[in-house]
Every structure is written in C-alpha cells, then in structure tokens.
C-alpha cells in the first residue's frame, strides 16, 4: 500500500472521520434529552429530513405548541445534538455532524464482548 505522499495530486484520499468522544456530562445530556417522546420525535424529523428543518414545518409535523417546539429545540441544542442556523425570522434545524454517531459507539462498547463462559 502506498503512502499518501507517494500518490498523484490528482488522487485525493478520502479519510474516514472518527465520531469526536462525549465526556460523561456530554453523553447524560445527550440521553435526557432523547428522554422526552416528543423531544425524540423532533429529532428523528430533523435527522430524516432531506434538508434543514425549518421550525414552522417541525411545529406542524409534530402538531405542538410554538412554545413547547421552542424548548424542545433549545434541549436538543444545549445537548449539543442539533444545530439552529438563523436568518432573519427563520431558523433552520440540522443535525449535528457526528455526535449521533459518537453516541451509538459509545453504547456499543457497552455491550459486552465475546466472554468466555463456563
């Protein structure tokens, strides 16, 4: 295999990204926020959308009050879990790159490993 240094400029080596590691506080903030059904709900309609969310269709999609989207977005941005881009009156939702996916490895290294039984 050769190293990267040895390719062509023309050949672009694409790398796979480690999911960044969640400090214990990161991870329980991350798991009460996904406690509320609701709350969990808004996160799987903004991960399942094929663009950012806005808040008015995330408000109809989960038909809940304007003030209970609001908190349930600000949980779901101070858990670190979704990002809110602004403009103007409109803010959109999109999830935050890789911290769904340094949760799912760190559950996983829960569970436990080929052990030997007696």
């Known amino acids: 295999m050769a190293a990267k240094q040895d390719l062509p400029t023309s050949v ?10 969640l400090t214990r506080t990161q991870r329980s903030a991350i798991l009460k926020a996904l406690s509320d059904p609701k ?6 309609k903004i991960a399942r959308a094929q663009c950012p969310l806005t808040c008015t269709m995330a408000g109809e ?10 908190h349930h977005i600000k949980e779901l ?14 803010a959109y939702l999109t999830i935050k790159p890789g911290v769904l996916e340094a949760l799912a490895a760190y559950l996983q290294s829960l569970s436990p490993s080929s052990c030997l039984t007696r």
């Open 12 to 21: 672009k080596v694409q790398e796979t990204a480690r999911p960044p590691r």
């Open 39 to 44: 709350r969990f709900e808004l996160l799987e």
């Open 61 to 70: 999609a989960l038909a809940i009050s304007a003030a209970t989207l609001s």
């Open 77 to 90: 941005q101070t858990s670190e879990l979704i990002n809110v881009r602004r403009e103007g009156k409109f």
